[in-house]
């Protein structure tokens, strides 16, 4: 069976520092993954897609950025946080077939704190 | 463009009753998908249902039963007879048949069950 872990699972960062957040999939090959934030209080918003190594899609302008150096990993990173960056970050899987629909399964997310 | 409100942000209601919680949506594609996840205070979001828009028949798996409805564009959820467990915040999301599986999500509902 498939499964999705992130690390680290919670992490408090000054402003200014860098940021690196993983997330593995075990279980399928060539996935679809997704980086999705949700701010205190408020539902997820999509900040990055991939459909396969290398390929990295941005559905919002930030300080953020993502890479995938390998099917299953999916890296979020920053340079410098933002006190705005602060939320929980929660990577996704989808099936490998390519399909559009296919059900998005999340990890156990990452609670980061800007201070 | 697409959208899900979800016009309950916070429920409370006793051990064993009946909830149902709405969700409407807006899409300008005939195809399209619809889902229901949970969050429980862990923080991880648990995939409950995905329904296609050619289906519209009703689904219940347990305490859970869903009613989709085209002609007033909402998917409820309703769970019968809940328990403490149910506690969690409940997410809508929508995916349409083009683009990239990009899951539009409601803002929540907060359903707190009391013993």
């Known amino acids: 069976s498939q499964t999705i872990h992130q690390w680290p699972a919670t992490l408090v960062q000054p402003v200014g520092s860098p940021l690196s957040l993983e997330c593995t999939v075990e279980g399928t090959s060539n996935p679809n993954l997704y980086w999705y934030r949700q701010a205190a209080g408020r539902g997820l918003q999509l900040l990055f897609y991939s459909v396969g190594i290398g390929q990295i899609s941005s559905e919002v302008p930030q300080n953020l950025s993502a890479s995938r150096p390998q099917d299953r990993q999916f890296i979020l990173s920053s340079k410098k946080l933002l006190l705005s960056d602060s939320g929980f970050y929660l990577c996704?899987?989808?099936?490998?077939?390519?399909?559009?629909?296919?059900?998005?399964?999340f990890g156990p997310g990452t609670r980061l704190t800007v201070l | 463009a697409q959208k899900v409100t979800q016009a309950q942000t916070e429920i409370s209601v006793v051990e064993k009753e009946d909830v149902t919680l709405d969700c409407v949506y807006e899409t300008r594609d005939t195809t399209y998908y619809l889902f229901w996840y949970k969050q429980p205070p862990s923080g991880e979001l648990v995939f409950l249902i995905r329904?296609?828009?050619?289906?519209?028949q009703n689904e219940i798996s347990g305490r859970y039963s869903w009613n989709f409805q085209k002609s007033t564009s909402s998917f409820n959820f309703t769970i019968t007879a809940s328990q403490v467990v149910d506690s969690a915040v409940y997410f809508c999301?929508?995916?349409?048949?083009?683009?990239?599986?990009?899951?539009?999500f409601g803002t929540g509902t907060r359903l707190t069950v009391i013993p």
């Open positions: 329904r296609n828009s050619f289906d519209e």
């Open positions: 999301a929508l995916s349409e048949a083009t683009g990239a599986n990009n899951l539009f």
């Open positions: 996704a899987w989808s099936g490998d077939f390519g399909a559009p629909t296919d059900t998005q399964y």
